[in-house]
């Protein structure tokens, strides 16, 4: 019995993708846990690259089975579009091949429009969202209101319920937003056929996940965004509205708290981040440039789901020993090591100057970061395989964060192509 998590420890965009990627070569279910179409997976396949939002990543192997959990929100139009452009790369996704919790909630465009109106109304202090109506949808799970996937299998009583929902959306847009309604009777039309074919896919996946790991199959457990966006945990308010914690990848998926479970923390070697919040050690000056990219190349820090220019900094050593802590990670995985190529030095945040009392997850006041500077490295190490061939440079700023964040680092990834990866060890 195997079940291996895969979670983000900074503000998401880490690269998970190709991790989960990597690790489910042999895994028999890959399965996500929380968020919803504000996530998005890039992998690149020699020259095919698949924009995942939704549909988890290891799915692109003939034998995994991926599963959607009940910690999801998903929007059934992007996951039908999601569908048809793996179908149109040659993956063939059906109902055997893919399961959505019948308890994951449905994200309808009120809640994207919601999400949009709120952002719009909150002005200066708005948490720059997705606009993928994700704080909506939980909201309505919240309070009891949600539309549920096992509701799409009765279309009468789908429809009573998806009216009574835009009903009242709508009088939020018009009383409260001051904005146009949507018009009902295209959405439950609309809706009423995603229903139809979406259906089949609906399952218990708690149950298939439980006799998967009785069987002694692989699952992983693909987390979304990163663990500093956690509602609980996270930079509050400046959060999703889903827990991006490894503990929830059991609450998400339905399953009891296994005997042999292996947690993997995916930390890109320098910090980036979207949308509003405290960022320690954001950079402003030319090494943002480098580190960011201009946008040229796809895995530049732009975001895969809104465009956006993505903030950037130092790696922040403090929080990702806390985050590496709290989630009981067992192995980290480091990843775009190629970008830090060419600087003269290099740094890592080991301390604040002047901390929270509380916790270094504290950091509604500024926070000053102390750095260890390294000294950079000139080679291009995109071609890089073995560990020992990485310049000594490389190789003493990877085993510092070994060494402070006290867990191996197994995987070193110097490139985005799948084979682009140092072993170690
Ligand atoms: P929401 O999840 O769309 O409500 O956005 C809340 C915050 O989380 C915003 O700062 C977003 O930019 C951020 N966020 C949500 N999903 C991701 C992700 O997959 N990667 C990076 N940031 C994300």
């Known amino acids: 019995m195997t079940l291996q998590i895969i979670i983000g420890t900074q503000w998401g965009d880490e690269g998970k993708g190709r991790f989960v990627d990597l690790l489910s070569a042999d895994a028999d279910y890959v399965a996500r846990f929380s968020g919803g179409d504000n996530a998005g ?35 059934p139009e992007v996951l039908l579009r999601e569908i048809e452009e793996l179908r149109q790369g040659g993956i ?27 952002e719009i109304k909150l002005g200066n202090a708005k948490l720059g969202t997705t606009g993928r109506g994700i704080g909506p949808a939980y909201s309505d799970k919240a ?25 009242e959306k709508n009088e939020f847009f018009e009383k409260i937003y001051g904005i146009e309604p949507l018009d009902v009777e295209s959405v439950v039309e609309e809706f009423l056929g995603y229903a ?14 439980r006799t998967a790991l009785l069987s002694g199959k692989k699952v992983i457990a693909e987390g979304a965004q990163g ?24 609450l998400g998926l339905g399953i009891g708290i296994p005997k042999d479970f292996d947690i993997v923390g995916i930390a890109k070697v320098f910090q980036t981040r979207v949308g509003e919040g405290p960022f320690p050690t954001e950079l402003f000056d030319r090494s943002a440039g480098l580190l960011r990219g201009d946008g040229s190349q796809q895995w530049d820090e732009f975001g895969t789901t809104t465009g956006r220019p993505r903030r950037v900094g130092w790696l922040d050593g403090v929080l990702l020993k806390k985050i590496v802590e709290m989630n009981n990670i067992s192995r980290l995985a480091l990843t775009k090591l190629d970008v830090l190529s060419g600087f003269d030095e290099v740094k890592i945040c080991v301390e604040y100057a002047k901390p929270s ?17 390294f000294k950079g490295w000139k080679q291009d190490i995109m071609q890089i395989t073995q560990w020992d061939d990485l310049p000594a ?33």
């Not at 059906?94 to 949009?116: C, E, G, N």
């Not at 309070?143 to 009903?167: M, Q, S």
């Not at 009392?357 to 500077?373: A, K, Q």
Request: charged fraction near 20%.
């Open 41 to 75: 997976h890039t992998i690149r396949i020699e020259d095919k690259i698949y924009k995942l939002h939704l549909i988890p990543s290891g799915i692109i192997y003939p034998n995994t089975i991926g599963i959607m959990g009940n910690g999801m929100v998903i929007n």
């Open 92 to 118: 063939a996704v059906t109902p055997d091949r893919l399961k959505v919790s019948y308890m994951a909630h449905m994200i309808t465009p009120a809640h994207r429009l919601m999400d949009k109106a709120k």
């Open 143 to 167: 309070r009891r209101v949600g539309l549920v996937y096992k509701d799409i299998l009765n279309a009468e009583l789908f429809e009573e319920k998806l009216r009574t929902l835009l009903a």
């Open 196 to 209: 139809r074919t979406l259906a089949p896919y609906v399952a218990d996946i708690s149950e298939v996940l």
């Open 227 to 250: 663990a500093l966006l956690d509602t609980d945990y996270g930079t509050y308010p400046y959060v999703t509205s889903s827990s991006c914690m490894a503990s929830n990848a059991l």
């Open 357 to 373: 009392e509380i916790s270094p997850l504290v950091l509604d006041n500024p926070v000053e970061p102390v750095y260890r500077t």
């Open 393 to 425: 440079e490389a190789k003493e700023y990877v085993s510092f964060i070994q060494e402070f964040i006290g867990v191996p680092v197994k995987w070193i990834s110097v490139g985005p192509e799948r084979n682009q990866i140092i072993i170690n060890g």
